[in-house]
């Protein structure tokens, strides 16, 4: 019988296909996902070689026990061994119970059947019944038939298949089809691949509907319902391919597309145990998911250099985080994402392009806050958890009620700072809004700092008016307030204004160094070159004898100070320090003064206290004493002392211990001391 000569390459680059799929499937991926590597059943023992003898109606030639060796240069190439074999009429050898042996320096290969036919005029070879296949470094390959077709140029088998390979790689299909020349492996239906548990027990596990490798691009993909688990990590997505670097097995770069969703488990942070050594704290899955990715590996291959994410057909790219100590998630999503990883454990990501971040309680859903922006640059926490982000470009930031625009921001998630800057820095509130070119907010305490020239609106509340006391009620619109720094504590509803401090609304003006507004506690205080513009509202209707004022009276009343506070349980305005209070051609000056308002919020009674004195411009006449009382109402100041001392412009002065002065007329009246039940104690 004429013995066809085999090509030698088929079970070298069938062996080679086989060994770089396992390694770039499970060995690969496994340093991409950080999953674990699982065992392999030993194969089953061949069954040894029988010599019965089939029976054939068109059989040429019959033979038993049938061995043949191919030599070159006196060495062993190949053997070929069965128990029985026919050779019919078209010259095809039937062979039972086949062995074939292929010789080769790095290890022998070994393939058994239960039957062979080699079709000599076609040059193939069909292998049926319980073929296995194993070579070196524990390469085994079982499945009921395996055919060599086309001079060699291809092996497939129409059966299911399992395969291992080294201490620990197996996996299966339902087909499998070697096109030799090519140097393309294709593996059809439920194909699996397997790695090696290690400590926790878990193995790898790849599963979908077609593999490929393509040997010659260094090229492997997985089409079709793609899964990778291993543990708490997961990979699913519809395409996936791997490259090999050229000078071994292992993965380069790893690219999914379509429908890519997943979460890889990352390692716990570090926390305090009872005992007071460092334990970790369990680790916890991030999410991730796109429309495609691409993975870059370190130069180990096992770990992880770069991601990016990819988003596509309506789905952005996207993380899911959660923060292990308090059980919020956050999501960045974006057109891009790019995350770079140190060690194998996720540093930074990258985000380009319709950047969105959400925080939320995940144990009720609650949204907490969020972000818009153009980039992103976000930085993750030991345990895996977006701890913060930088936002550029245009971006609004939204924490509750409060908003924030401007240009840059960055935002501590664990330590709850962030610093926010632009052209400028636009923040809105319910109560009031705040420009500034630099913000700083502390979310613990709901304070907002700002800097650098500020402009802030506020607005009048359900609770009151947008600043406590009787000024600024007047006048359309909220009450501006512009200074060179602001500190606004929302939590306590204080807000506190520096330098060069100038608020308004309508005619009504307050300037200082300094101004705070407490609106729980209806209070207002300016310090430092207080001055202050207001018209109060007559205390009492007109028509029924009250609100007495000087004709030409403009109503309007302007005080210059040291210190300024608005008590709002008491109804008192009060003024300290070199205290001047004008009202038209009328000038009071003392050291403190306090004003009681009226129910209405107009002005009720002043008093002045301290080296007090009236001066009436009109009149050309000054009165001086230690306290004086405004009665608007009477139109009448009551000036008091030891003694008061009244001079006319031609520097005439009289004295006595009480001047009742009538605004209206200009005259003055001298009386007694007051009583004690008169009284009042200076401010």
């Known amino acids: ?111 058994t059947s239960k039957e062979g036919l080699y079709r000599q005029q076609e040059s193939s070879a069909e292998l049926e019944g319980e073929v296995y296949l194993e070579g070196p470094e524990n390469l085994q390959i079982w499945s009921e038939t395996l055919r060599v077709g086309s001079e060699g140029s291809r092996v ?45 027990g878990q193995p790898a596990v790849l599963t979908a509907d077609r593999g490929f490798f ?33 000078d071994s097995d292992r993965i380069t770069f790893v690219r999914a597309k379509w429908k890519v969703r997943g979460e890889i488990l990352l390692p716990g942070s570090a926390v305090s145990s009872v005992a007071g050594g460092a334990e970790l704290a369990p680790a916890v899955p991030m999410g991730y998911a796109g429309g495609a990715m691409a993975a870059l590996m370190a130069e180990d291959g096992r770990n992880l250099q770069q ?55 995940r144990r009720g859903g609650t949204l907490l806050r969020e972000a818009r922006a153009e980039r992103a640059n976000g930085r993750f926490g030991p345990a895996g958890a977006l701890a913060g982000v ?27 700072i962030s610093e926010l800057s632009g052209g400028p820095v636009e923040v809105r509130d319910p109560s009031g809004d705040l420009d500034a070119p630099r913000v700083r907010y502390n979310r613990d305490g709901e304070r907002v700092q700002a800097f650098g020239g500020v402009r802030t609106r506020l607005r009048d509340t359900t609770a009151g008016n947008a600043l406590p006391g009787p000024m600024m009620r007047r006048g359309e619109g909220p009450v501006w307030v512009e200074s060179d720094s602001a500190i606004w504590h929302r939590d306590r509803e204080l807000y506190v204004f520096r330098d060069g401090v100038r608020a308004w609304r309508g005619k009504d003006l307050l300037l200082a160094d300094e101004v705070r507004v407490q609106r729980p506690e209806d209070l207002l205080s300016a310090k430092g070159n207080v001055k202050t513009v207001w018209f109060p509202p007559p205390s009492s209707d007109p028509s029924e004898g009250g609100g007495a004022r000087r004709a030409g009276d403009s109503g309007v009343i302007e005080v210059d100070a040291g210190n300024f506070t608005y008590l709002g349980a008491e109804r008192k305005l009060r003024y300290e320090e070199n205290v001047v209070i004008l009202r038209d051609d009328l000038r009071l000056a003392c050291q403190g003064a306090d004003v009681l308002l009226a129910e209405v919020g107009g002005l009720n009674r002043l008093t002045c206290g301290g080296s007090a004195s009236l001066q009436d411009l009109r009149q050309g006449r000054t009165v001086r004493g230690r306290r004086l009382v405004y009665d608007p109402d009477a139109g009448t100041i009551d000036v008091v002392g030891n003694p008061v001392r009244v001079k006319d412009r031609q520097g005439s002065e009289l ?29």
């Open 1 to 111: 019988m004429k013995i066809r000569r085999p090509r030698v390459p088929l079970l070298v680059r069938l062996r080679k296909v086989l060994l770089v799929v396992a390694i770039l499937f499970i060995v690969g991926l496994y340093g991409l996902y950080r999953f674990g590597r699982s065992g392999i059943q030993e194969p089953s023992t061949p069954p040894p070689l029988t010599s019965e003898v089939g029976t054939e109606e068109n059989v040429a030639t019959r033979s038993e026990g049938f061995d043949y060796t191919q030599y070159e240069e006196g060495e062993p190439l190949f053997r070929v061994q069965g128990g029985t074999n026919t050779v019919d009429l078209e010259g095809n050898a039937n062979l039972q119970q086949v062995r074939i042996t292929l010789y080769r320096e790095d290890g022998d290969y070994v393939a």
């Open 307 to 361: 991601v990016e994410l990819q988003g596509g057909a309506g789905q952005p790219a996207l993380f899911n985080s959660t923060d292990p100590e308090t059980g919020h998630w956050r999501r960045l999503t974006a057109n891009v994402l790019t995350a770079d990883f140190e060690a194998g454990v996720l540093a930074t990501v990258q985000a380009l392009g319709q950047v969105y971040i959400t925080e939320a309680d």
């Open 156 to 200: 497939e088998s129409p059966t299911p298949v399992r395969f291992g390979y080294g201490d620990g790689i197996t996996g299966s299909a339902r087909s499998l089809r070697v096109e030799v020349p090519a140097e393309v492996l294709i593996l059809q239906g439920d194909v699996t691949f397997r790695g090696r548990a290690e400590d926790d």
């Open 214 to 246: 393509e040997a010659s691009q260094r090229l492997l993909r997985a089409e079709g319902g793609v899964q990778l688990v291993n543990g708490g990590s997961k990979l699913s997505t519809v395409r996936l391919s791997a490259y090999l670097a050229e």
């Open 390 to 416: 930088l936002l550029a470009g245009n971006f609004t930031y939204r924490d509750g009620a409060i908003t924030f625009n401007g240009r840059r921001a960055d935002l501590d998630f664990v330590g709850g």
């Open 655 to 683: 004295t006595g211990q009480r001047v009742i002065y009538q605004l209206e007329s200009g005259t003055f009246e001298f009386k007694g001391p007051p009583k004690a039940t008169e009284e009042r104690q200076e401010p």
